[in-house]
């Protein structure tokens, strides 16, 4: 997650924000969809909102009523009602990268900005080669970086009253995740006809109008596909993730062991 400058009106909203998760989500009540950046809680956000038939005021100052609130909260202290929403770290750190160094729609251009001063490279595009370096840097946390994928995965895995789930699972049978996800949280069945339809309403296809694959850089729905670390990292990144992250993927159960660092 990256500090960066933000208007006052924003920070007041963040402020709000703040406050509501961590004191007032047992009694509005408010679902918390919680992630690392990049994670795609946003897309599981909005379908849950759907399914809820709740709020899901994004960018905006949240009332005081039941609605969802997104968000990259590392202390969990305070808060309810939470979904955890996990990706494999390697297609984690990829996103991050482009969402770091390529401006979007979504208003990114600051962190753009700041990125570039701080952690500069003669070719942006060159992300096999550039990889490693910010691998690194995500994983130590340096200025302006908050904390890193294995943060959350420390703080949050199988922390008692959370429930995990995973944005492969949804890419694989969105319907049937956002029912168990419903059932979950909700303790009722969710219509299957209605999963259908909210699963087609926030597919990649249908939000981007592009096929999943088909990139585009200049937009926060950049790809839309699971495994897209292997088309970026060499080596050497391999290594250095395996480095910092290695134990929280065996964890995540999106590695046996350490033997995929030598796939490569």
């Known amino acids: 997650m990256l500090i960066t400058k933000i208007n006052p009106k924003t920070k007041y909203e963040g402020l709000v924000r703040y406050i509501m998760v961590h004191t007032c989500s047992k009694r509005i009540p408010l679902y918390i969809v919680n992630e690392h950046p990049k994670s795609g809680a946003t897309w599981v956000g909005q379908m849950l909102s759907k399914a809820l038939e709740v709020p899901f005021p994004r960018n905006q100052l949240p009332k005081f009523e039941p609605c969802i609130m997104h968000g990259h909260y590392i202390r969990p202290w305070g808060m309810n009602n939470v979904v955890m929403v996990w990706r494999d770290g390697r297609d984690v750190i990829v996103s991050w990268y482009y969402h770091c160094y390529f401006k979007h729609e979504r ?146 159960g999106y590695e046996s062991n350490h033997e995929w660092v030598k796939s490569m």
Not at 143 to 160: E, G
């Open 107 to 252: 208003f990114n251009s600051s962190l753009v900005d700041m990125m570039k001063s701080q952690l500069p490279f003669k070719d942006y595009d060159n992300i096999k080669e550039n990889l490693p370096k910010f691998i690194e840097f995500c994983a130590l946390s340096k200025p302006p970086m908050r904390s890193s994928w294995t943060a959350f995965v420390t703080k949050w895995y199988n922390k008692k009253g959370v429930t995990n789930v995973h944005y492969e699972d949804f890419k694989q049978d969105a319907c049937g995740e956002l029912k168990r996800l419903y059932y979950q949280i909700s303790g009722k069945e969710l219509d299957h006809n209605k999963a259908l339809k909210i699963a087609e309403e926030f597919s990649f296809a249908h939000q981007s109008q592009r096929e999943e694959g088909k990139e585009n850089k200049g937009s926060f729905l950049r790809k839309g596909i699971v495994g897209d670390w292997k088309n970026h990292f060499n080596q050497e990144s391999c290594e250095i993730f395996d480095h910092f992250a290695g134990e929280e993927l065996i964890t995540l």
